[in-house]
């Protein structure tokens, strides 16, 4: 299949309060790399993505010593206090139509899902790649108790790449945070806009590390995924 160009959005500003190290969790080591490292390879190793722009903090005394920050299709951008600063502080750097945005701590992305979020991003409305809820939810009262069962009907994780025609994004981002919105991932300012993001399903094991049991669980999916494709 023959895919347009598009530029990549890696928001990696944030510091991992709840993986409990004095290191960002996309600096901790993962396979004898960084997570952000795996993340970044998993991206530019796809054909149709040129060009990956990381948002890093300002204070950020890790990324410049990556190999990867001297390849010249990776850019640095200036990352803001929220995940909506920092894509929206990468995106005045982004020349394609159509941008992805992932998360720099999903370092477990299959090609096979970013080839599907990639033929779906035609359509006008954008897409994002998830995966159907399979457990039972259920919804708290504030107070550690259960209050009621939620039907886990058309319920979906949001994962990540999610992409949008650029020009489209930027203006959703920016008129959601200048209305004070919580803007939780792209397609949240995409849905305030009036727009209805395509779901495409994607692999479970694309997982977010968050805490410290989810660095192992990422190192055994990544070691799946290079035996897959071996």
């Known amino acids: 299949m023959t895919f ?24 901790l080591t993962l396979a004898g790399k960084t997570v952000l490292e795996h993340t970044l390879e998993r991206l530019l190793a796809h054909d149709a993505i040129t060009q990956v722009v990381v948002a890093v903090s300002p204070e950020d005394a890790w990324f410049d010593a990556l190999p990867l920050a001297a390849d010249p299709r990776v850019l640095r951008a200036t990352g803001g206090q929220e995940r909506a600063d920092s894509v929206l502080n990468a995106l005045d750097l982004v020349t394609s139509e159509r941008v992805l945005v992932h998360d720099a701590a999903r370092p477990c992305l299959a090609m096979q899902d970013l080839d599907a979020l990639l033929a779906a991003s035609v359509h006008p409305q954008g897409a994002i790649l998830a995966c159907r809820v399979r457990d039972t939810m259920k919804r708290g009262d504030g107070k550690g108790v259960i209050r009621e069962s939620v039907s886990r009907d058309e319920l979906w994780h949001a994962l990540t790449p999610q992409c949008f025609a650029t020009r489209t994004l930027r203006q959703a981002l920016s008129t959601a945070l200048s209305a004070g919105h ?9 849905e305030l806009a009036g727009f209805y993001p395509v779901l495409v399903e994607g692999r479970s094991d694309n997982i977010k590390i968050t805490r410290p049991e989810d660095l192992a669980l990422a190192g055994f999916f990544l070691q799946q995924l290079k035996e897959s494709f071996t």
């Open 4 to 27: 347009s160009t598009f530029t990549a959005v890696v928001p990696a500003a944030g510091v991992g309060k709840r993986m409990g190290s004095t290191v960002p969790k996309q600096y």
């Open 182 to 190: 919580t803007v939780t991932d792209e397609a949240s300012a995409m």
